[in-house]
């Protein structure tokens, strides 16, 4: 039982984050149109609507990577169980009846996580409005909503998305066989790299689509800064599509990196542990692409945004440091809403390794008998981590300065023609920082459990 | 390594690989203490293969894991090549099965993700440095003799138990080691891939001297080694030279049956 609630610690987590999210924010939105003006609400509610719909905009991104974690999460659970579904399988368990109760499972933890998330949400919301007045940080006197019907709505989409994403993830419960249960074999099958033809044709043709729409977008920021729109929705469809076939686009780029990691044994099975399972890895690195690109998006949009509008104020200081405190506040903002999808990114990402180490107890064990220290062991782990990590910030830095730029150049570009990229080093730095705290805390446990692993696992029959 | 001044001597004059010396191995706390070795203290001699007998549960295999270094004895001494073994730590029994130890397991002696070449030189690239140029030449011989040239560069899933058996029986070769330690080799396969993977160990005592023990409760198995020791409830009751299966058949029921 313990096992269980390990395995699905995670579930539980991401939904319970994905809820905190969406509920505080929804909630805040309310409290902030109260802290702005009580009659706007009384009057209509568009301003509260407008804030919504940003809001909303956040929680879907949340909402998305949440649910490819919990996807990711059940698919590698159902590899470690492979065995004792077979055997259910071959005692008359029906495939689909499986599976439902497998993805039952992600609707209970769903749905446990989520009531934990609300729960802490309203906490946030009823201690920020208790103690915000005296603090001076929100106006006294006023009667702040402690809740929103919304709010439920919210709580019910994110158990729904677990369901949905248990589901997806227990997709290869259908096509065991029940014969796997007699054999001796306990390796895990090699991914025989799924054949998903479909989605990699729609994730060409929305990157097709997008690329084309970017051009189109450039060309015509010549001329007006409507190019926006267009290029706006041509990023949409180019990143949908990089998203969409991330079984495609990502396993080359961890190739990439794993190359630099040639050399010592321990790096060159680094590698091939990362490689053995492409769609995993892909799946488990992607959230993180998503939650650094959009972040480094926003703060290169934002500072090449400044240096091109900068001529402009050159003769009004004050003005100029407006714009600059403006600017600084919005890019704070923006990489702390998308900054919490990273979270449940790296959540997943740590998951992901750790069940892969519980995963491969048996081929841990014969290293060990062929003569692998505990350290090495550890470095083994700690530079499969390290290549996820390098991978998925690189990807998402190079994805982020191109499409902040792209922004920057559509709007301005009929203005000041056409300028390089502006990167906020600062920016850079700490999403590096992020990235090496990350790489370490994602290996801690994986490498601690890896070292307790004893040569003589390699011998055990079960 | 700790060295022992008359069983190390001992250990010369008689030229054994592998020593105990009341070996006594327990599980368990005091009250449901389990024996699974009892005073046990044997040599296996160099340049021989010695079939290590048994039932289920009469602590054959865990003799095997005490000698190879892969657990720790209760009680008494165990030397590997004129080298005390019993008390090194963790890091030292790791140098030690690098290359002065050879294991071929039941199955799953491979590592998945490594190709066949990659399998070969990994005992030598674990200590830093790949295998040198006669290394080189001795694992290309290997390959050649154990017919794997065409195979390098496939992944072990994509062989057969037999071919994956007979890499693993040229990795365990490949280092030179004091003495191979096989469980139950043929355990997964079927009887002539079986036959063939103990003609490839009888041939490597036969042509190049080396030492293997192995684990078996196969009398056909066992019929090919030189001395098969006989196990029951954790004490050796038996210690023969080359016998026919039928032999071995008996003598494994007259143990069945004295537990009995």
Same mark, same amino acid.
């Given at each position: ?62 909402l998305y990577v949440g649910a490819i974690v919990t996807a990711n999460t059940f698919a590698t659970i159902i590899a470690g169980r492979l065995r004792s579904i077979a055997l259910l399988r071959l005692i008359g368990a029906t495939a689909n009846r499986m599976r439902a109760r497998v ?29 915000? /007045? ?172 400044? +240096? ?77 981590? +390290? ?58 446990? /994986? ?16 | ?10 250990? %010369? ?9 009341? !070996? ?7 009250? %449901?203490?389990?024996?699974? !070795? ?9 340049? %021989? ?40 730590g963790d890091a030292a029994l790791t140098k030690l099965r690098r290359r002065r130890i050879g294991f071929v397991f039941q199955a799953f002696n491979l590592v998945p993700t490594l190709d066949i070449l990659g399998n070969l030189r990994l005992p030598f690239e674990l200590g830093g ?29 994509? !062989? ?39 003609? !490839? ?32 409830d954790g004490r050796i009751v038996a210690d023969r030279g080359p016998m026919v299966p039928a032999q071995i058949a008996e003598t494994m029921l007259r143990l069945e049956e004295l537990a009995a």
């Amino acid at each position: 039982m313990s096992g269980a609630i390990r395995e699905h610690a995670v579930t539980v987590i991401v939904s319970a984050l994905s809820t905190l999210f969406a509920v505080t924010l929804i909630l805040f939105t309310g409290v902030m149109t109260v802290a702005i003006d009580p009659e706007l609400v009384e009057e209509s509610g568009t301003f509260r609507l407008v804030l919504l719909m940003v809001c909303c905009i956040f929680i879907v991104i949340a909402l998305y990577v949440g649910a490819i974690v919990t996807a990711n999460t059940f698919a590698t659970i159902i590899a470690g169980r492979l065995r004792s579904i077979a055997l259910l399988r071959l005692i008359g368990a029906t495939a689909n009846r499986m599976r439902a109760r497998v993805a039952g499972e992600g609707l209970l933890m769903g749905l446990l996580g989520s009531v934990i998330g609300f729960v802490l949400a309203e906490l946030l919301c009823f201690s920020a409005t208790a103690i915000g /007045p005296a603090l001076g940080w929100l106006p006294t006197g006023r009667a702040y909503p402690l809740f929103d019907p919304v709010a439920l709505i919210a709580l019910v989409v994110v158990v729904f998305t677990t369901w949905c994403a248990a589901w997806v993830g227990s997709r290869r419960v259908a096509s065991v066989s029940p014969i796997e249960a007699t054999g001796a074999a306990v390796e895990l099958t090699p991914n025989a790299a799924m054949r998903r033809t479909g989605r990699t044709v729609w994730s060409i043709i929305l990157l097709v689509i997008g690329a084309a729409l970017i051009a189109l977008g450039l060309i015509v920021s010549v001329f007006s800064p409507f190019a926006l729109f267009v290029s706006f929705v041509g990023g949409l469809f180019s990143f949908t599509g990089i998203v969409f076939g991330a079984h495609v686009v990502m396993p080359p780029v961890l190739r990439l990196v794993g190359r630099g990691f040639r050399g010592a044994p321990t790096a060159t099975l680094a590698s091939a542990n990362i490689a053995r399972f492409p769609e995993r890895s892909a799946r488990s690195t992607i959230g993180l692409v998503i939650g650094v690109t959009l972040i480094t998006m926003f703060a290169v949009a934002l500072e090449s945004y400044r +240096a091109m509008t900068l001529s402009y104020f050159a003769f009004d200081p004050s003005a100029e440091a407006a714009l600059d405190q403006t600017l600084a506040v919005t890019t704070a903002i923006f990489t702390g809403l998308v900054g919490f999808s990273a979270i449940i990114a790296a959540v997943g990402m740590i998951n992901t390794l750790s069940l892969g180490v519980l995963q491969r107890t048996r081929e841990l064990g014969l290293l060990r008998a062929l003569g692998f220290t505990g350290a090495q062991v550890r470095r083994m782990v700690m530079t499969e981590s +390290a290549q996820m990590v390098i991978a998925a910030l690189g990807f998402g830095l190079i994805l982020g300065v191109f499409y902040g730029w792209v922004a920057a150049q559509s709007l301005l570009g009929a203005q000041v023609g056409f300028a390089a990229p502006s990167v906020p080093w600062l920016l850079v730095c700490g999403v590096v920082v992020f990235g090496v705290a990350l790489a370490l805390v994602a290996s801690a446990t /994986p490498a601690r459990r890896a070292v307790r692993v004893t040569p003589l696992t390699a011998l055990a029959v079960d | 390594m700790r060295s022992f001044g008359s069983m190390e001597n001992f250990a %010369q004059h008689t030229q054994m690989v592998a020593l105990t010396q009341g !070996l006594s191995r327990y599980y368990g706390a005091d009250a %449901q203490r389990v024996t699974a !070795l009892d005073d046990i203290s044997i040599g296996l001699r160099s340049g %021989q293969f010695t079939a290590i007998m048994g039932p289920s549960g009469s602590g054959k295999s865990t003799l095997m894991h005490i000698m190879a270094g892969l657990e720790t004895p209760s009680a008494g001494r165990v030397w590997l090549g004129g080298d005390e073994i019993s008390g090194l730590g963790d890091a030292a029994l790791t140098k030690l099965r690098r290359r002065r130890i050879g294991f071929v397991f039941q199955a799953f002696n491979l590592v998945p993700t490594l190709d066949i070449l990659g399998n070969l030189r990994l005992p030598f690239e674990l200590g830093g440095h790949g295998p040198n140029a006669e290394e080189r030449r001795r694992i290309d011989s290997l390959v050649h003799a154990l017919g794997l040239t065409d195979r390098l560069k496939h992944r072990p899933h994509e !062989l057969s138990g037999g071919q994956q058996q007979r890499v693993a029986i040229a990795r365990a070769l490949a280092t030179k080691p004091d003495i191979i330690f096989a469980d139950e080799p043929t355990g997964a396969l079927d009887s002539r891939t079986g036959r063939e993977v103990l003609g !490839l160990l009888r041939s490597a005592v036969d042509t190049s001297g080396q030492s293997i023990a192995m684990v078996t409760h196969d009398p056909v198995a066992a019929s090919h080694a030189d001395r098969i020791l006989f196990l029951n409830d954790g004490r050796i009751v038996a210690d023969r030279g080359p016998m026919v299966p039928a032999q071995i058949a008996e003598t494994m029921l007259r143990l069945e049956e004295l537990a009995a």
